[in-house]
């Protein structure tokens, strides 16, 4: 056997096989109504396609081309392998099925069009990751079969993961909400803006005495990726309401006890900060409704007392300088902290002023919330999951992922104790929490059957 046959039986194996993983994939049962996962397999096979008719060309040409048609084929494989993996996790065994749809929607009801698909992973993290059509197009002579399935995809795809296993917890994917607030792009006031970061800016030249051109760039750099973090946490306040105020108890876990600051984001005391004064804001405040059908005052530390305090100013500039080994990055971070509640201000007030008029029909309302636990909060303690609402049996409806997340977040902390089950002798402190949350499953599962029934 030549060496380029050679070369040619060891690809062709490995694509053999490739296919034989997508066959099995294919047999999977992925959550929801998705088509994100199945699209992703189509361009995997596309991909194998374009590979093959590499190997079929390499047979009828001299040996160096041969061997440069077989090197593609192989790379094209390996890209494969690796996008195969981004559908690790996404399978229904791994994701809950019924949270895929409601979590789809808060796509669609803003008015993103894209190709999703989920999964789970075992890490600490939420986040959506984007892949660009240019990921695919940058292939000689693509098979029919990739540019069809290229053709028919809404780019970019969006991957959206969540933890899996332990942190697997559906109170905390309001933070898909803050996720998803990543996609939607508002127009802020600058007018109102401007100030607040040109105080920072006078702050910082008197702390490194100068604020020259490599300054500013950080420094607009900076204030770009804080601004882009309360713009989706007021994403997430829009959609969910007090459940992501409570989700970012979350980062007590995902920081390891740190507090948050830095390059990228702001401190997680200063997002709850900025959240929590949202839910004080009108009468009836979210507060109010708390208060008043839990019996227990809602402050700021109301689940989330873990999360480390913001150190003061300079034993902040003198950890900051560390951990970025600049003292110019350090000074951006200490003085921009002092300005970004005046910051997030602006930038809710822009994100609400945006959504309520692109998306009225997707706010999570402080009468929503009074409904929601007059209706379920009681009731879940009698093991009565919040399926659907409604003053009768002719208007029911079925209840949304926000009102599932708020009435567990509300049983969690206010009602845990009060849960009428038998004691779990193998989890005799945390049974009831388990009970809680296994709850709030059945409940996404019946009222998301409920709204496909009413809708077929």
């Not at 007021?234 to 959609?239: G, M, S, T």
């Not at 200490?334 to 029909?361: F, M, P, R, W």
């Not at 029911?396 to 997340?405: D, E, F, G, H, R």
Request: hydrophobic share 40%.
């Amino acid at each position: 056997m030549s060496e380029p046959a050679r070369a040619r039986l060891s690809v062709l194996f490995f694509l053999d096989r490739l296919r034989d993983q997508i066959s099995l994939l294919k047999a999977q049962q992925f959550p929801g109504s998705q088509v994100g996962p199945d699209l992703w397999l189509e361009l995997a096979s596309g991909l194998l396609d374009t590979a093959r008719s590499y190997l079929d060309r390499s047979e009828n040409v001299n040996i160096a081309e041969a061997l440069k048609l077989t090197k593609a084929a192989a790379e094209l494989c390996s890209v494969t392998y690796d996008h195969l993996g981004n559908l690790s996790g996404a399978t229904s065994d791994q994701i809950p099925w019924s949270v895929v749809d409601p979590l789809s929607r808060w796509f669609s009801d803003l008015g993103i069009s894209n190709d999703v698909f989920f999964r789970a992973e075992l890490k600490r993290n939420y986040e959506i990751k984007r892949f660009e059509k240019t990921e695919f197009l940058r292939f000689r002579d693509p098979a029919t079969s990739l540019t069809d399935t290229i053709n028919k995809i809404t780019w970019p795809i969006l991957r959206v993961t969540v933890p899996s296993a332990a942190l697997s917890i559906l109170p905390h994917f309001a933070i898909v909400a803050h996720e998803v607030g990543h996609r939607v792009s508002v127009p802020y006031s600058m007018a109102r803006l401007q100030p607040i970061i040109n105080d920072a800016v006078v702050h910082i030249t008197k702390r490194l005495g100068g604020f020259d051109a490599q300054t500013g760039a950080e420094f607009q750099g900076v204030v770009y990726r804080w601004i882009a973090e309360f713009n989706s946490d007021a994403v997430a306040f829009f959609l969910t309401g007090p459940a992501s105020f409570f989700s970012i108890d979350f980062t007590q876990l995902a920081a390891m006890g740190h507090h948050g600051i830095g390059l990228t984001h702001p401190a997680h005391r200063v997002r709850r900060g900025v959240m929590f004064r949202q839910l004080t804001k009108g009468k009836p405040s979210f507060a109010d409704a708390f208060q008043k059908y839990t019996g227990t005052a809602l402050t700021e530390d109301l689940g989330s007392s873990l999360l480390p305090e913001i150190p003061d100013d300079n034993s902040l500039f003198n950890e900051m300088t560390l951990r970025t080994r600049s003292q110019r990055a350090a000074a951006i971070i200490v003085e921009l902290n002092k300005t970004a509640q005046a910051l997030a201000e602006v930038i809710y007030s822009d994100v609400h002023q945006y959504l309520a008029k692109a998306a009225s029909g997707s706010e999570y309302t402080v009468s929503q919330y009074e409904e929601d636990l007059f209706n379920h909060l009681d009731a879940i303690t009698f093991t009565i999951p919040p399926i659907e609402s409604g003053n009768s049996l002719k208007n029911k409806v079925p209840c949304s992922l926000a009102t599932i997340m708020n009435v567990g977040w509300a049983a969690v902390l206010t009602r845990v104790d009060q849960i009428k089950v038998r004691p779990d002798p193998d989890h005799p402190k945390t049974g009831n929490l388990a009970t809680i949350h296994n709850l709030l499953l059945k409940a996404v599962e019946l009222s998301e059957a409920k709204r496909r029934w009413e809708s077929a």
